[in-house]
């Protein structure tokens, strides 16, 4: 497969993943994650 | 530890050349913008804003009390690790996106803890390269890898196969930079979480001293060995339009570059080896300008000075 192939198959991947994420809610969901204190990565768990 | 005398000797006028300079300005600036909620720190809390929707490139706790985005190393666990999600596409799609952009330079460019080992690294002490006893580089250049299988996908999944909650393993047990970035300016500030620091918060520290110990004498051992963002960042290297062009009809066979390399890739055999973070080091030692780094035409020519038995001249 050439370069040009193999970056057309990774950005067009990219663009369905993160636009069917986007569709399903993903947003939301990392925000609210992202918004938690995640106490295990401060080292409280 | 082998002293290291064999770096090239850069003429002073060719120290920071300006991809150099740009590189150091944009880290900076970019670790500084994205880690701006200055409240937080000060609060002993963290940004919950709108922008915590996105996803930040490199690997910025979002427990940062600073960071006003969010991880993807942590975002892509976390939604592993729960049994009533599905693995967000959303953080696969941006990973998919960034790599395919400018793969690792997310390391060389963006990311805080890269930063942090940078900065240790020119600390004038004598420094010692892993890549000389090769097995031993070799066999740590898969921990990564191993790292990545385990503790961010088989782990933080397995629980949830029973319909129970996982955990943000990687995060939780290993990752230096939330130790850093989150855990420390979190408990220095809020009263209410100090006391719950135990055992974990102990050995988390232990690591994170280990790592930036070992940042004084080594370049950059947490991103060479250990990260599993910049294993998954590695995968898109060879195909990224920001990349290492190295023109081999100027090229002198003389080294300089693979000896400077903080990653310690050979560049002109390999110049978009999945270890290569495009921080430009190659190209600013090079005394014929062949190398390049950046977007634009490929203009990659196979390396043709390899013997048969595999004497390159490029050695390390």
Known sequence: ?45 | MAKDTEKPKIPFKQRLPLQQKQRKWFQGLFVLGTNSYLAGFFKGTIYQGPLKNACLPGLNCYSCPGSLGSCPLGALQGSISNPNQQISFYVLGFLTLVGGLVGRAVCGWACPFGLVQDWLHKIPTPKWKPEHKELLHKLLLQLKYLLLLLFVVLLPFLPTVTGQYGDVYFCKYICPSGTLFAGIPLLSVNDQLRPLAGWLFSWKGLLLFIFLSLSVQISRPFCRYVCPLGAIYGFFNRISLYRVRVDHAACTSCGNCTRQCPMAVTVPLDPNSAECIRCGECAAVCPTHAIKVGFGPLKEVEMKHVDQSGETGFGQ
């Open chain 1, 1 to 45: 497969m050439s370069l040009l192939t193999q970056r057309i198959v990774v950005f067009a991947l990219g663009v369905i993943l993160l636009a069917g994420g986007i569709l399903r809610g993903d947003v939301l969901e990392l925000w609210r994650r992202a918004t938690q204190l995640c106490l295990g990565c401060i080292g409280i768990g």
